[in-house]
């Protein structure tokens, strides 16, 4: 079983940053995608940002040139960088992590965390 912890959530005021950090209880490498999603209240769970093998990324167009992904293998953490921040940013987010098969790209394994609550100002 592989644990996923966030913290780095708050409160803050519009046009300010956050930077949120997942700590894995496992090494990384072990996952071929990381991401992170939000949810606000009332609405679906989306995704905000994306890394697979290989390092590539996937950001929600509502983000993209605001928030980066990024990763340290050594220290077992994937890290979401919020710049711009908006209202319409407030949500749970929720760090993920997983593998899919090589081969045929079935799911193996998928991991979520107990999300951290950010809150936006205006």
């Known amino acids: 079983q592989v644990q996923l912890v966030e913290s780095g959530g708050g409160l803050v005021q519009a046009g300010g940053s956050l930077r949120l950090s997942c700590a894995a209880s496992?090494?990384?490498?072990?996952?071929?995608?990381m991401g992170w999603y939000r949810q606000a209240p009332g609405k679906q769970r989306e995704l905000v940002a994306r890394?697979?093998?290989?390092?590539?990324?996937n950001y929600a167009d509502s983000v993209k040139d605001r928030f980066t992904i990024s990763r340290d293998n050594a220290k077992n953490t994937v890290a979401l960088q919020m710049n711009s921040l908006k209202p319409e940013d407030t949500a749970v987010y929720y760090c993920?992590?997983?593998?899919?098969?090589?081969?045929?790209?079935?799911?193996?394994?998928?991991?979520w965390g107990q999300g951290t609550q950010v809150t936006v100002s205006s």
């Open positions: 993920n992590a997983g593998r899919t098969s090589t081969r045929g790209g079935l799911l193996e394994y998928d991991y």
């Open positions: 890394m697979t093998s290989g390092s590539t990324t």
């Open positions: 496992r090494s990384l490498f072990r996952f071929n995608y």
